[in-house]
């Protein structure tokens, strides 16, 4: 069964960006018609849906991250990656790397990846 | 924006009683409408999916109702294996948006 795992730099600096990458296992990542998709977590709080790529280049994304946030796909790599520009302490964060069908039921989800925006 | 609210925050209850979530959309969402459990360290799993529709390997003691704006989650008999945290989420619309949770205690 499918496997995601992400991967990524676990401290950052206020206003740098974020790259985060999700490598996913055991499906067939191109042809397959689902939703890969961002979630976040703050520490002790609740999730924030980030956006999600289908089928490569249809994106959707959260409009409050205010066009700060890109998501992409790789098939050639099975990669997902998520880049998120101007960081400040709000962006930290668990990122978690899932899969969804549609596009807003999320059914199978990464491990997560801390990310800490600190100087 | 779509929010949904969950009540309650927090929630202690005994082995063996039947337990109720809740969540409230702001506006109608049909039926769209899902739970998942979260335990320490861990990412959110899927329980129950437009409303009352059971995930596959999840016990059948879970289970959901509702639609349009009022949902519930049910534990018919709470096991020591529940105690978690709960979030509701709506998949009618982007941002698909979750509840803040419930968080769940083994008396």
């Known amino acids: 069964q499918v496997q995601l795992q992400e991967s990524g730099p676990r401290l950052v600096k206020p206003s740098e960006t974020v790259s985060l990458t999700c490598f996913v296992s055991?499906?067939?990542?191109?042809?397959?018609?689902?939703?890969w998709t961002w979630i976040r977590q703050v520490p002790g709080q609740g999730l924030e849906w980030i956006g999600s790529?289908?089928?490569?280049?249809?994106?959707a994304y959260n409009p409050s991250l205010k066009g700060r946030v890109s998501i992409s796909m790789d098939p050639s790599e099975s990669q997902l990656s998520l880049k998120l520009s101007s960081v400040t302490a709000a962006d930290t964060a668990m990122y978690y790397c899932?899969?969804?069908?549609?596009?807003?039921?999320?059914?199978?989800w990464g491990q997560g990846t801390l990310v800490t925006v600190s100087s | 924006d779509i929010q949904v609210t969950q009540s309650p925050s927090s929630l202690s209850a005994s082995v063996g009683d039947r337990v109720t979530l809740t969540c409230r959309a702001s506006q109608s969402i049909d039926h769209y409408l899902n739970w998942y459990q979260q335990k320490p360290g861990k990412a959110p799993d899927l329980l129950i999916f437009?409303?009352?529709d059971l995930e596959s390997g999840v016990p059948s003691r879970f289970s959901g109702s509702g639609s349009g704006t009022d949902f519930t989650l049910t534990i018919s008999s709470l096991q020591p294996e529940d105690s978690a945290i709960y979030f509701c989420q709506q998949s009618y619309s982007a941002p698909f948006n979750f509840g803040q949770g419930t968080k769940l205690e083994i008396e």
């Open positions: 790529v289908y089928y490569r280049d249809s994106t």
């Open positions: 437009t409303a009352s």
């Open positions: 899932v899969r969804a069908q549609p596009e807003g039921l999320f059914h199978r």
């Open positions: 055991g499906d067939s990542f191109f042809k397959s018609p689902y939703y």
